[in-house]
């Protein structure tokens, strides 16, 4: 269980990086993947963009996401060429290099893409809406979960809670009913204590990995953004439903609890992780 | 042999072979009888054919595996007998026939009590008739051959045993004359205690069966031949005669069995695809001009003139068997059921039960009435019903009824259309064919509005899109232009198909505004250089054509651009190429010119 959880956080940080809250677990140096970048020459690069030219086009963009924020002065010509649209090739690294450069002026030329009939170009769109962020990538995530690729629906969801959107709290508990597992660690991201509520009453209908993500996003909400007696409500339903599984979780949570935060939620888990047997060897 | 009885003279080994017996025409079945013209079949009706036949009160008798169930139309009178028949049972006015275990019997049809039972000397029931107290029976060998006719009085007498090589088919009997259809065309006339013909009859349609239809008798083959004082012009086509046109239907159906067959005990598909209807008071016309049409699950009401569908049931189970009443239909299915629906409107008259499933099912109207009923919906709703029945067997039917529901004009046919081209639940061949239908629809535009409005929404359980194509034809060729922003819509909708996307593009050509330029132009951005599929390429070319006709210049710019573009797949480089204007001289080049 403890490394299905952790897989899920590891999609979750490759999605999220950047933009929100990565789980302290998966935290990975992010400086040992930065590389040494050559002085970007706008001028140059906006030319071989506009050449017509597949490989000088794919190249410009490669430098452009390579660059990312760096490149910047970039942005509308990449939301042009995203706009005037070319082929699938061009457009797959354009829509990365939309994601790399983060300016939420992309969503509005990304978001077409997230309807687009090429699903290498919708997941695309997807993963680059959750990075450029804003209120049209917002809007164009929620009407993603109503998608026909369950691919976009599973990135649409993530990137909801990454983009702290409480608005598509109904669609994403919606979505989570019908199986899009991705909805509940947005879910546990973005619901208040009486949403959290809602969300752990669904516990024993959900398989409880899924369960588990979304609880593993409330637990470690950061104290002043959730209180300890909401956190201990859901300590109490892990502790209620006894089964080793949630022992294990639980034990997992009490290893990663921060030392400074609350003692009185640790007391708790500790407690459970006690009644439910949980901390025993996992025999994982 | 057994001892036979003829006419109250004891006579042994008596049989008629076809030959060799003289008085009045001859023998019975003779090959060389010369074609009187009709005279004796018309002096045989003058004296007996305004004898009364008595009525029977509408029965069903269903064939199980332990024996027969019976019960009277009107619910009354159910009863059962066990032992095993090994044929289909006939009914005879109030007689009901049948043979089993070696033997032929008739009993009372409103009790079970036997009337007589002989020695079937191996032979299965073929058919029987009643005058009210004598019954006649053609019996025959389960493989054909082996005919013989005999005529039975309620004491168990056997008052006429002829034998003959052709196939005999079903008799009746009226004033002590036995009619016997045989060899396909002939009708002879047989007196009881005779083995002489006193009357023969030569039909130009095909004839297996004499048949009591209310207080007439029928010869029936392909169509139905009244006995009455015009019989003697039978061989002009002019005698009183009721005939269903010819039409193509599900399965090709049949009006009458072929009474020289034994019919087997268990129903086959041939009693499941069959024609049912009554001769109006004339015997010249069908009752109500209606006929009903079953294919298994399904009946159709139809119209004997112009062969329009009137009604549509869909019941729970394959009919077996039924018979047309006055005012309309009692249909046996296999559970044993039997629908009484009405010939009109197909309302739901009620039904009676047999009480358990049946193998085969015989039913004679005889002088019940089917009356009122309630109605289950308009004619679109019940096809639509039909069509839905998810049973392959069904699929023949289903296409039939699916054609006749397109020719209707009514604007609730094309929701019907639309729901059944959505729905998972209709069969992909028919779903195809509603698309097709759908197509072609002038009318119901306001639910193709509704039904474009609809578009796959994974969170609202949409999980179908609309049939975007023939919905896009009809309200172009409709030029609805309201249509325009749902259609654009779909362009960018990648639940739907290539093929839908093209029809709504080429739709676009013709109805699309200003107001859909952005829908548009995005669809022909993203898709110029990655539409990989034929549709797709012509949708691209189409949207062009509708961007330089609303997208001003603008819009030109844009294709010209695209044109240019190496990027550009090189299928809709050619079709811009051909849809665009030819490109404005500037002055400087006119005047270089």
Known sequence: MKRNTLARLAILTVLVSGAGWVPAASAAPKAAKAKPKAALDAAALRAELESGDEARMLAALERVAEAGEAAKALTPDVEALLRRGASAKVIRAALTAAGALRQESSSAAVAPYLRHRDEGLRRGAARALVKTGGTAAVKALRAALRSPDAGVRGVAASGLGALGAREALPDLFTALDRRVDEAATSIGQLCEPEECEKFAARLGKLPFEVMTSGFDQILFRAPEKMSDDAKLRIVDRLRELGTAEAGKFLADVAGRWPASWSKRVKQAIDAAVKATGGGAEADD | ??????????????????????????????????????????????????????????????????????????????????????????????????????????????????????????????????????????????????????????????????????????????????????????????????????????????????????????????????????????????????????????????????????????????????????????????????????????????????????????????????????????????????WLIGAEQGTDAGSVSLGEPVQSCVVSAGSFTVAGGKSLGSLAEQVEHAVELDDAQMVTAQGFLLERLGSLSDPVVTKVLIDLASSTRTPPALAEAARKLLAGRRSGAEYMLEALGREYDFLSDVLRPPPVAPLADALAAMDRKDAAPLLARHLNDPADSPEDIEHAARALVKLASPAELEEIRSFFSLYRATAERPPLVAAVIAAAETLLRIGGAEGEKLVRSAAADPLTRPDVRVGLDGVLPPAKTTAAESTAD
């Open chain 2, 1 to 338: 042999m057994r001892r036979l009885v003829i006419g109250g003279a004891a006579l042994l080994g008596l049989t008629a072979c076809g030959s060799g017996m003289q008085g009045g025409l001859g023998s019975a079945f003779s090959p060389t009888w010369q074609n009187d013209g009709g005279k004796s079949i018309g002096a045989l009706a003058q004296r007996i054919a305004k004898a009364q036949l008595p009525v029977g009160r509408g029965l069903a008798v269903g064939v199980t595996t332990s024996g027969l169930v019976v019960i009277g139309l009107d619910g009354s009178a159910k009863w059962s007998r066990a032992g095993a028949v090994d044929a289909r049972p006939a009914i005879a006015g109030d007689v009901v026939v049948a043979t089993g275990g070696g033997r032929v019997f008739a009993l009372d049809a409103r009790t079970g009590k036997p009337f007589w039972s002989l020695s079937s000397e191996g032979r299965s029931l073929r058919g029987a008739g009643d005058d009210g107290r004598v019954t006649a029976v053609t019996l025959g060998g389960r493989g054909g051959g082996d005919s013989v006719v005999i005529a039975v009085d309620r004491s168990g007498r056997e008052l006429l045993h002829l034998e003959a090589k052709p196939e005999l088919g079903a008799p009746a009997v009226l004033a002590d004359t036995v009619l016997v259809p045989w060899s396909g065309q002939y009708v002879s006339a047989v007196r009881l205690g005779s083995r002489d013909e006193t009357a023969r009859l030569l039909l130009r349609d095909k004839v297996t069966r004499v048949m009591q239809i209310g207080p007439h008798l029928y010869f029936g083959g392909m169509s139905l031949t009244r006995f009455d004082d015009r019989i003697d012009q039978a061989g002009a086509n002019r005698a009183t005669q009721a005939v269903l046109p010819t039409r193509p239907l599900p399965g090709e159906p049949r009006l009458i069995d072929d009474g020289t067959r034994v019919a087997p005990p268990v129903a086959n598909a041939r009693d499941s695809i069959h024609l049912y209807a009554r001769p109006a008071a004339d015997g010249a016309h069908f009752a109500g001009d209606r006929y009903a049409a079953t294919y298994y699950r399904i009946a159709m009401g139809l119209a004997v003139d112009s062969g329009a569908l009137g009604w549509v049931r869909t019941l729970p189970a394959p009919v077996l068997g039924g018979d047309a009443a006055e005012g309309g239909f009692a249909l046996c299915d296999a559970t044993g059921r039997v």
